[in-house]
């Protein structure tokens, strides 16, 4: 095997992507990560939206009043019992209600967000305005205690407290928001349940939560709990689109595995696919697509074969039969001057055996056309050598084959590669006059490419009428999905050039050779 690197050959193996990249550019991949995408976005969305209308629900909540209202009824169900008993006394016992005050200091109401902590204020007034305690002790300054208190101490103050000792049921009324660092003015009416009269009023200043603390409280466990509902959906989404895309890849791989068999030539391979869908569909007319090209193809190899077949008959009749006729002629008129003029005679008989050689030469070369190629076992490049040495030493012209990267290809097309080199040999024979002719054969991961030179007398292309053995190769070039390119020049020679794309799935190894 001769190594050479021709003109036409070139490689770009190196521009292939990597596995990894080439992985992730799968229609698999792509719609197991768009099934994860969209179930994470739409999980996002709605979080946000529950996320903002809880935000709405709190702020509307702690502007509504609502949680005023349930305090105080809490409150009063609650804490007023206890004061009931120490407000009916006569007089009420001070050290008892501070003592009161102090536990209720650290008192939390179960059922609303309101703490009465060392920072908030307590206290304690009569029925008839007095203040008989407060938290801290020193609220209204000292000596405070015993006396009326003094409704303008504190801002806000008047008006809840005066409802509570008026007997004021509305519950709108016994609160104010003074607008204070969020606090809020409550007062509870202590009822004498007996007499149906105001025993006293508890006073309670403090902070109810604002907006944004009572959302930088929720947000915490609305986050975790979000993060986790999203990787259990993004999971999900994942598990799902993972089995959904490769079904439907398995379809579509079912789809690209009948049609790369019909692209060479195996139409009993049919696409299975019953379901009604649109990939169901395409299978069905591709099925279709694949009998009616079978069925094409079979009657364009019956019409190839009658071409061929009345190009015989032409060459028949147009080479041989003129030679064989030319021949007789000369052997008839030999006869006819042996007695007469024998020098003369010998001339056209000389003549009728140079025309007996070249029939005989049109007849070799017609009987190889016709044979069929033996490359069972053989492989492209061993047919072609045999073939070429048979040709060089019958039509004594030089010969050189020249092979660089052999591989084995599918049978149908070395067969179709082989008709095409013995063809353009047969023209080279015929028309070249050429003594040397070149063949070379360059395969590559991608591509077969081959190259058939001569150094005969070419002809200009542009000028000519390509015959019927150019017309041929063409025809035989155009079912390999390849294209016959032809260079000549007039007094240089031919180069006829044929390039075809291979894939991987066209390399077969000789165990595969052997079984077709």
């Excluded at 689109?241 to 049609?259: C, F, K, M, P």
């Excluded at 591509?447 to 009428?465: S, V």
């Excluded at 799935?505 to 079984?515: C, K």
């Amino acid at each position: 095997m001769n190594n050479y690197s021709p003109f036409w050959l070139y490689n770009n193996d190196m521009d292939m992507p990597s596995s990894y990249t080439k992985r992730f550019r799968q229609l698999r991949w792509k719609l197991t990560l768009s099934y994860t995408g969209v179930t994470v976005g739409a999980l996002l969305t709605v979080e946000l939206i529950l996320l903002a209308s809880t935000a709405i629900f709190v702020a509307v909540l702690l502007n509504s009043g609502v949680i005023q209202t349930e305090l105080i009824n809490t409150m009063s169900a609650e804490y007023m019992p206890s004061l009931q008993f120490l407000l009916s006394q006569t007089p009420p016992d001070q050290d008892e209600i501070t003592h009161w005050l102090d536990r209720m200091g650290a008192a939390t109401s179960s059922t609303i967000p309101l703490t009465f902590n060392a920072t908030d204020q307590l206290f304690i007034v009569g029925h008839d305005g007095v203040l008989l305690g407060s938290k801290p002790p020193d609220l209204f300054g000292s000596g405070t205690i015993g006396r009326p208190i003094n409704m303008q101490a504190l801002p806000g103050l008047a008006a809840p407290l005066q409802a509570a000792l008026g007997g004021e049921e509305e519950v709108d009324n016994l609160y104010t928001l003074p607008g204070l660092d969020e606090s809020v003015i409550m007062a509870f009416p202590i009822w004498d349940e007996a007499h149906e009269r105001v025993l006293g009023v508890l006073i309670g200043v403090g902070k109810f939560p604002t907006v944004q603390s009572a959302l930088s409280s929720i947000i915490p466990i609305m986050g975790i709990s979000f993060l986790i509902l999203t990787f259990i959906a993004g999971t999900a989404g994942t598990i799902y689109g993972s089995v959904a895309a490769r079904g439907l890849s398995t379809r579509l791989d079912r789809l690209s595995e009948g049609t790369h068999a019909w692209s060479q030539g195996d139409f009993t391979q049919l696409v299975e696919d019953t379901s009604g869908d649109e990939i169901g569909q395409l299978a069905y007319n591709l099925n279709q697509m694949a009998q009616e090209l079978e069925s094409l193809l079979d009657t364009r190899q019956e019409l190839v074969q009658i071409e061929e077949r009345n190009r015989m008959a032409r060459d028949l009749h147009d080479s041989v039969k003129q030679q064989a006729f030319a021949a007789s002629a000369q052997i008839s008129t030999a006869k006819k001057l042996l007695a007469k003029n024998p020098n003369k005679a010998i001339g056209n008989i000389e003549e009728a055996e140079r025309l007996t050689n070249a029939l005989r030469k049109e007849l070799t070369n017609l009987i190889q056309e016709l044979r069929s190629p033996a490359l069972e076992g053989k492989g492209l490049a061993t047919a072609l050598q045999d073939y070429g040495h048979d040709w060089s030493r019958q039509n004594e012209t030089e010969l050189e084959i020249r092979l660089q990267g052999e591989r084995p290809l599918p049978l149908d097309i070395e067969q179709t590669i082989f008709r095409i080199v013995q063809e353009a040999l047969a023209n080279i024979a015929r028309h070249s006059n050429a003594n040397r002719v070149e063949i070379g054969l360059v395969y590559t991961s991608k591509e077969l490419t081959c190259m058939i030179r001569d150094n005969g007398c070419g002809f200009d292309p542009t000028q000519a009428l390509l015959g019927f053995g150019i017309r041929s190769m063409q025809e035989r070039a155009k079912p390999l999905g390849s294209q016959l390119n032809l260079e000549s020049i007039a007094g240089e020679g031919t180069i006829i050039t044929l390039a075809l794309k291979l894939n991987n799935s066209l390399s077969y190894t000789e165990e595969n050779r052997s079984h077709e």
